[in-house]
């Protein structure tokens, strides 16, 4: 056997190898979840919060928190990352009922309290599950579709099956397999992967004002994925880039929430084109 092919049979074998290993072990490295005892305890300061369990058709518990406030105007569900349990995200829901949403969020299978064997189409199922008990108590014109970083492919998911207020990406990627592309260039990822979330897809569907917010200086998942999904339906979607904002410390920055309270109470100002040159063609001399 020349040396050539021995060679090539060796790479084959490792690249094999390599991509099997993948396909079995992604789920750790796309989810960091965080185990919560039964009896735990959720506590915020000046929030009130209802904790609740639902069961799946498959056995699973889907655990949430409800956060109240009086009067509310809508309902936000918040679809967070991928890393930790709703016990630290839970923090974030005061970005929402200070403007008097109430806000739900929910533990994947196997993150905080939540069980189940978890996969792409099992999550979807919960996450629709969840959002047709809400429709049972809220009209959708009142809901809002939240979803943050790996929430954010689900929660375009939701909106295109549903027709909610409006769907918020909050450092959207166009695809996981796009992501971790970035990384593994020459891995078979469109035929390993088994959490593809192709959220550019599914944004074709969706019919709801969307709405995307995402830092500049996103290391993990790039600032010009968002530019791209932008695109797929330009006309019900505004994309507000964070100057200087990262993956995780947007919270941190007060153009954030400027952008955040001007979506959610409606504040942005509409244009009467009809007063301004977008119809003025630039002459080009020949």
Wanted: hydrophobic residues 40%; glycine residues 6%; contains cysteine.
């Amino acid at each position: 056997m020349p040396i050539w092919l021995h060679v090539l049979i060796i790479v084959l074998i490792v690249y094999l190898a390599i991509s099997i290993l993948l396909y079995y072990l992604q789920e750790f490295f796309l989810f960091k979840p965080e185990k919560l005892p039964k009896d735990f305890q959720f506590l915020y300061e000046n929030q009130v919060v209802e904790e609740y369990n639902i069961e799946t058709r498959d056995g699973a518990i889907i655990n949430g928190l409800h956060f109240k406030v009086e009067k509310p105007i809508g309902v936000v569900l918040y679809l967070k990352g991928n890393s930790k349990s709703i016990k630290g995200w839970g923090k974030f829901a005061v970005d929402f009922t200070r403007h008097r949403y109430d806000v739900i969020m929910v533990d994947y299978r196997g993150f905080g309290k939540s069980t189940g064997k978890r996969s792409q189409k099992a999550i979807k199922h919960d996450l629709q599950f969840i959002y047709k008990r809400i429709t049972e108590k809220v009209s959708e014109k009142y809901i809002i579709l939240y979803g943050r970083s790996l929430g954010s492919g689900f929660a375009t998911k939701l909106a295109s099956m549903n027709d909610p207020k409006m769907l918020i990406l909050d450092a959207p990627y166009y695809s996981l397999t796009n992501v971790t592309g970035r990384y593994m260039p020459f891995m078979p990822l469109s035929v390993i992967m088994r959490y593809p979330m192709p959220t550019y897809k599914w944004l074709k569907y969706v019919n709801c004002p969307v709405r995307i917010i995402h830092g500049t200086q996103d290391k993990l998942i790039p600032f010009k994925s968002s530019v791209k999904l932008s695109q797929i339906r330009p006309k019900i979607t505004r994309l507000y880039p964070i100057i200087g904002g990262g993956h995780k410390n947007m919270n941190t920055f007060e153009e954030y929430h400027k952008v955040l309270s001007e979506i959610i109470l409606g504040d942005e100002k509409k244009i009467d084109l009809s007063t301004t040159s977008i119809g003025v063609q630039h002459s080009y001399k020949k």
